[in-house]
T-cell receptor, first 114, second 118 residues
Framework: DTAVSQTPKYLVTQMGNDKSIKCEQN?????MYWYKQDSKKFLKIMFS???????INETVPNRFSPKSPDKAHLNLHINSLELGDSAVYFC?????????????FGSGTQLSVL | AQKVTQAQTEISVVEKEDVTLDCVYE???????LFWYKQPPSGELVFLIR??????QNEISGRYSWNFQKSTSSFNFTITASQVVDSAVYFC???????????????FGKGTHLIIQP
């Protein structure tokens, strides 16, 4: 059983399109995250949600809109895709919104914008 | 300034050599945690270790060991008798209190690409 699953694994699309990445965790965790890994492998947090509430929104363009229908799901919708959005997007979850919580990561979604 | 610095972008060693990956961090918090994650070529992120700021004991797990020194703000990772399967990108990360009062997830270093040659 996959603990944190995200779909799709690969996403190839044209500039200007709108796309979504879905994430689900079956660990019973309260907190979920989206991270972006760029072509140089740098991992940076984008958003975090705790019990469906937005906690962190790091200077991410407002074309990116996370949605958490319940605490087991955190989806990422991206409008008007740009070339610079090409990256690997990782969903993660942790037990709580506390310092030191171990993050469990999904396997990543490789987004390629052409 | 970077909060987590991994100065070694890439390290290449021959199998069976020992290798140390450096990590230097910066925080004003007295309570914080440090992590190491491994990202093999398949791309997933694998948790290796978590250490809190009050526990400076070194840790050994098989061929892996970690040296945490608050005096130098370092949390270095050593692989003894390296193997080809150790080839991966290794990330050091910091968890500290967010300005809003909660935790801000993990702040990652830029990673060290470790290549173990047969």
């Amino acid at each position: 059983d996959t603990a944190v699953s995200q779909t799709p694994k690969y996403l190839v699309t044209q500039m200007g399109n709108d796309k979504s990445i879905k994430c689900e965790q079956n660990l019973g965790h309260d907190t979920m995250y989206w991270y972006k890994q760029d072509s140089k492998k740098f991992l940076k947090i984008m958003f975090s949600y705790n019990n469906k509430e937005l906690i962190i929104n790091e200077t991410v363009p407002n074309r990116f809109s996370p949605k958490s229908p319940d605490k087991a799901h955190l989806n990422l919708h991206i409008n008007s895709l740009e070339l610079g959005d090409s990256a690997v997007y990782f969903c993660a979850s942790s037990f709580a919104n506390r310092v030191g919580e171990k993050l469990f990561f999904g396997s990543g979604t490789q987004l390629s914008v052409l | 300034a970077q909060k987590v610095t991994q100065a070694q972008t890439e390290i290449s060693v021959v199998e069976k050599e020992d290798v140390t990956l450096d990590c230097v961090y910066e925080t004003r918090d007295t309570t914080y945690y440090l992590f190491w994650y491994k990202q093999p070529p398949s791309g997933e992120l694998v948790f290796l270790i978590r250490r809190n700021s009050f526990d400076e004991q070194n840790e050994i797990s098989g061929r892996y060991s970690w040296n945490f020194q608050k005096s130098t703000s370092s949390f270095n990772f050593t692989i003894t008798a390296s193997q080809v399967v150790d080839s991966a990108v290794y990330f050091c990360a910091l968890s500290e209190m967010y300005s809003g009062g909660g935790a801000d997830g993990l702040t990652f270093g830029k990673g060290t690409h470790l290549i173990i040659q047969p």
